[in-house]
């Protein structure tokens, strides 16, 4: 993706730091929920004494060994280190930028719930994209509501 589109996309989130707070907090809410959510299904397919915990608790786990090996063996760069703007966090951090382990997980959780529940498992998907675009916008709103960034 080219630096403007990037600003033509989060250019909202840059000019009005509600907006900006809005959406760390919608990143906040949705991945919470979908982390905390996991756990408990993983719970009630224990108390269920359904068979499906295996596959649920192998398959995230296999997926999220195999993301990380690709994203260090891919080593892409970060977003602020392309366009040598500020981390969405502060860190220092440089590449291992994709996949995205946060969002790849996010999926995967979702097709685990649309494996046990399909109806929530499409709500967690809709969250997953919501959470992967999210995450691209905060490369440029990170620091919006305290008037830091200005991109030309």
Known sequence: MKKETYVK??????DD????RALHRANKILT??????????????LWQKDMRLYKAICVPLDGFIIVTVVRVWINRK?????????????????GHSWPSRHVFSAAVIA????FVCPAVGIVFLLM????????????????????????D
């Open 17 to 20: 730091p509600k907006r900006a």
């Open 128 to 151: 997953t994209v919501a959470i992967a675009w999210i995450r691209v916008c905060l490369l440029y709103t990170s620091d919006a509501a305290d008037d830091r960034i200005s991109v």
């Open 32 to 45: 919470v929920v979908i982390f905390v959510a996991y756990p408990c299904l993983l719970l009630w397919l």
């Open 78 to 94: 970060r977003p602020y280190e392309i366009f040598e703007l500020p981390s969405v966090i502060p860190k220092d951090t440089k």
């Open 9 to 14: 996309m989060t250019q909202p989130f840059r």
């Open 111 to 114: 097709f685990t719930f649309w």
